[in-house]
T-cell receptor, first 110, second 114 residues
Framework: SQQGEEDPQALSIQEGENATMNCSYKTSINNLQWYRQNSGRGLVHLILIRSNEREKHSGRLRVTLDTSKKSSSLLITASRAADTASYFCASGGSNYKLTFGKGTLLTVNP | EAQVTQNPRYLITVTGKKLTVTCSQN?????MSWYRQDPGLGLRQIYY???????DKGDVPEGYKVSRKEKRNFPLILESPSPNQTSLYFC?????????????FGSGTQLSVL
């Protein structure tokens, strides 16, 4: 069954604004990952946060993890038109299984 | 260049005609997996393999077969395709390491079964 559920399903912003996407999961995890997908192409790994971490940064990306609420958020700062894509969270458990959510479609308007 | 290569990129077939989608990785990864992506359903795992000759079912294995005779290759076989298998398919690979910390994906295969 799907664990990660992203919210919102779609998000439209202007270039330069920040974009925040949320993810909820149902069972305990070892890590939570975020992936990006451009228009039907393969997913690309963006960032991973482990269950004992609360926040992580990578360039314009900031991810947080709240294990008590079983939720994570991905913040993209100073968005660009090239950030337009679908973003997926994937929860990693202890059984070598990654469960993907349904994704958030981000549109950044120039 | 480190990559996962899937072929073909597009495939149109008819019901019942056996087909194989190939997947190859050049990163010496132990773990390989197949997913299908459908609108509104996200990515669902079909089969995965943790090493040569070791395969297991994912969430939606019905109607599919896989094999892992070599570490680099993990073909997906549809013995008798049906229209409900029309989908976008992705192969992915990873080091086993600590709980699959990074999956590398192929570019996808868009399959249409008429």
């Amino acid at each position: 069954s799907q664990q990660g559920e992203e919210d919102p399903q779609a998000l439209s912003i202007q270039e330069g604004e920040n974009a925040t996407m949320n993810c909820s999961y149902k069972t305990s995890i070892n890590n939570l990952q975020w992936y990006r997908q451009n228009s039907g192409r393969g997913l690309v790994h963006l960032i991973l946060i482990r269950s004992n971490e609360r926040e992580k940064h990578s360039g314009r990306l900031r991810v947080t993890l709240d294990t008590s609420k079983k939720s994570s958020s991905l913040l993209i700062t100073a968005s660009r038109a090239a950030d337009t894509a679908s973003y997926f969270c994937a929860s990693g458990g202890s059984n070598y299984k990654l469960t993907f959510g349904k994704g958030t479609l981000l549109t950044v308007n120039p | 260049e480190a990559q996962v290569t899937q072929n073909p990129r597009y495939l149109i077939t008819v019901t019942g005609k056996k087909l194989t989608v190939t997947c190859s990785q050049n990163m010496n990864h132990e773990y390989m997996s197949w997913y299908r992506q459908d609108p509104g359903l996200g990515l669902r795992q079909i089969y995965y393999s943790m090493n040569v000759e070791v395969t297991d079912k994912g969430d939606v294995p019905e109607g599919y077969k896989v094999s892992r005779k070599e570490k680099r290759n993990f073909p997906l076989i549809l013995e008798s395709p049906s229209p409900n298998q029309t989908s976008l398919y992705f192969c992915a690979s990873s080091l086993l390491g600590q709980n699959l910390e990074k999956l590398f994906f192929g570019s996808g295969t868009q399959l249409s079964v008429l």
